[in-house]
């Protein structure tokens, strides 16, 4: 490494590098250029990024060439081949000698400097005396056809160009630089093309003399297919159509490069080839001199058959398939039929399996003794340890579920529960037995009547005391708000969704007064109402599974333990339970929290109409016989169904007892 410091060198390099002539570097270093050269005027780089200089080398150097003048345009075009990768400068078009341009379109190897007299010859004028040109090359060229293209924007350019010449309307020269998503000319064509690296169309139309389209874009705008022209799809190397019309037919004389899945043009010709290298395909019509078609194909193109077409079987292109199958929808079909046949081989081998299984059992794990274990353990051959507990503990849940059931089933139930349970057709029973009996299926809480009536209305309530109206007269969430004790209460409480509420509804025949819900929970404050000045009932939220949060549960059964307990006006409290579940332990708590504070209360069963009859008597008979021994309990116990209307006359009359008496 040497001593001089970096920087030194940096700058040392730069200047070697880019002045022109030869570098004096002495032991001290760089001292300066000896002869230094003046750099060239008009260089090469210059020259073809003139923007006002429309001359092309001839060596076809002018790629980046951005020539303002429309005529140059027209006249030399740079391009490319159809092999992509060489330039070719096409030459002035010819002008014959009545000063008209010829049909042909020449490549040519030289260049010619297309001057004003060349465009005298044209056009009879030259730019300066001609209308509407001459006033700077990127003012809007739209002032004098009809439709009008938009001029110039920066980045995506939309140009059109309509030219009047010689007085006809016909004879107009477009120049059209599509942006994205637009089409190229009238002629219907699919002009969209798309590339990673350049993208470049041509529309060529002569008709006559001088009808003619050509659309270019030069790299600095990319055209992007939309989805609709080109399948959007988007190629590694670049796609490519063309429209080439000449001689005097339309859309004849066709060179069109297309993308997988577009439709070349009119003719219906479709030669979509898909490549990762290129996509290329062709096609000429010529109706006139030369109907041709050709296509090519790079050597890098590989063709990969689609499945549908029989890639995967195996065949090698289309027309092998077609061979086998006839066509393609056939190929699917077959191939779709296969695929089932082995689905359906499958599920045979697979449900085969399943019944072996089954067959055979699983083998079990044997366990064996340590020789220097001394325990005294008995160990079981044929069982594992783990399997054996957990097979023992589920049957022993099993057996004390069904000794459950069972010890319910041998319920015997005494002869007047059973004799109370038909005589007010409680239990589960059909419409046909409500009708018979003489009660009218079409009320709410049929059974709730008296029957064979002949009043088409519900006769009227026997208790006086029900027949009141039941009105709300308050709410409490703690012990405090209680309100002050007027009347004697009948408080109903009993587990979340027993029917607590649909019950004292029921009873009082005013639906609606009290609400009621399926969602368990609904009731959460003691709620208080009259029967007129004679009874106040009383609906407890529910305790036990409710949608709450635990302390919020927690504290409602606070409060009615606390009711229960303390309330002095309590007359009775109607513990309702779920015939078809019957007590529970939270139910028990109560019980024994009753009992402790000598409140008077009676069991209820509720929800009758969803078990058989028997099983009504059965848990009457059951909850008899648990709680024989309770002093506070109150005898009978009642069943109810608040939907039928089962039951509910009796507990009015057991009920309507507690009602204050009228005062002589
Ligand atoms: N089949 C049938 N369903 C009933 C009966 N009584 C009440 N239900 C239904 O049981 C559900 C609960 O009724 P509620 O009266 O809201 O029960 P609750 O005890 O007040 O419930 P909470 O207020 O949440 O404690 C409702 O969907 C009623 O329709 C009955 O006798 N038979
Ligand atoms: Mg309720």
Redesign the pocket.
Known sequence: MSEEPRSKHKKLDRKVKFAVGKAKVSNKGFEGIENPTKKKENSKYERNFSRSDAQVNINGENKFSRSNSRDTKFLRLTTEKPGFNSKRVYGDRDINEEGNRNKSFTPRKGWKNFDDDDRKKLYGKKNSEREGFGQGGNTRRDGNGDSKFGGRSSLNRVEGRFRNEEGSDNNRIREFRSSRGDAGSDNSSFDGKRSSRRVESKFRNDDGNDNRFRSREKPAFKRVAVRGELGGRSYPNRVEGRFRNEEDSDGNNREFRSSRGDVGSENSSFRGKRSSGRVESRLRNDDVNDNKLWSREKPTFKRVATRAEGGKDGFKNKKQVIEKYGNKQQAEAAESLQKAEKRFLRYKKDKENAAEARVVKPKKKKMGIHSLDISNKRTDDSVSADGDTVEKKVDAQKDVELSQNAQFRAIQPSPSILKFVEDNFLGRRRLVEFQRAGYNIELPAPLDNVPFSTSTERERIEESAFRNKLDFFAAAKVSSSFPPVDLPEIAFA?R????????LNALTRQWGVVR????????QTINFFNLGKKLALV?L??YGF?YAKEEVKDAWEELVQEYVSTRVGLKRVCL?IDTKWGMKPRDHELIDLMERSETNYQIVL?????VFPIDVARRAMQIENTLKANKSLVQPVMM????TGAGIRCLRTVLSKLSRLPKL
């Open positions: 009993g979340s969704n027993v029917g607590k509420s649909s019950l009621t819900s399926d969602k368990p929970g609904h009731t609906d939220p529910g409710a309702l509720t929800k009758t109409d969803v109810v169904s608040s939907q």
